[in-house]
């Protein structure tokens, strides 16, 4: 079956511009992540959902970044107003929510702020 | 708190060595995963192995082996000789005891070149 697919592949945004990155988890994942990687560093929690509850949001870095899975499948980062440091690769993850399940990561989202 | 530490930044080998890459981790939860993912220069993040916290026995798959030592806090993969594919940046995770609900942790990646 079809991975993670996120979209779009890369995005560039000028700074204080709003940006919604799409998440396509695999189906009948319960579970889906968000992390952010910034250049040579490794990803970093951002928020979990299992289906359309948003059960951790404690990654997100301030109240411009914004996530919602309103039917349980999609969901969608947003990041208002841009700024510079906001640049990195957004990486989702879907998984089973049980005992050894392992989170499949899609290709990652790469985000430039001018 | 979980921390995850890969105190190697960059390793340059030569095809056909042998590389070990270090992962020492620390969590206060008795029950954990143990991940080891690779990044090739596309970009996305290719699982290579779990292992439960209840299980110290080392594994070994084709050219890769991993060596899980509680005492230590450690879980250390090693590449036995190596080839210009294995070229990429690593990084070792810890997740808590639900590994399909919970955040991992990662470290910060080792990079690893590979050259023919």
């Known amino acids: 079956g079809a991975g993670v697919s996120q979209s779009p592949r890369y995005k560039v945004a000028k700074r204080g511009q709003d940006v919604a990155l799409r998440c396509d988890p695999i189906?009948?994942?319960?579970?889906l992540f968000w992390y952010q990687q910034a250049l040579g560093q490794g990803p970093e929690f951002l928020t979990y959902f299992q289906n359309e509850a948003q059960l951790d949001k404690s990654g997100l870095p301030s109240d411009r970044f914004f996530a919602e899975r309103p039917e349980g499948s999609v969901s969608t980062l947003k990041i208002q107003r841009t700024q510079q440091e906001d640049s990195a690769v957004y990486l989702c993850?879907?998984?089973?929510?049980?005992?050894?399940?392992?989170?499949?990561f899609g290709p990652g989202t790469r985000l430039t702020v001018l | 708190a979980q921390k995850v530490t890969q105190a190697q930044t960059e390793i340059s080998v030569v095809e056909k060595e042998d590389v070990t890459l270090d992962c020492v981790y620390e969590t206060r939860d008795t029950t954990y995963y143990l991940f080891w993912y690779k990044q090739p220069p596309s970009g996305e993040l290719v699982f290579l192995i779990r292992r439960n916290s209840f299980d110290e026995q080392n594994e070994i798959s084709g050219r890769y082996s991993w060596n899980f030592q509680k005492s230590t806090s450690s879980f250390n993969f090693t590449i036995t000789a190596s080839q210009v594919v294995d070229s990429a940046v690593y990084f070792c995770a810890l997740s808590g005891s639900n590994s399909g609900n919970t955040p991992l942790v990662f470290g910060k990646g080792t990079r690893l070149s590979v050259i023919a």
């Open positions: 993850a879907s998984s089973l929510p049980r005992d050894y399940g392992e989170q499949f």
């Open positions: 189906s009948g994942h319960v579970s």
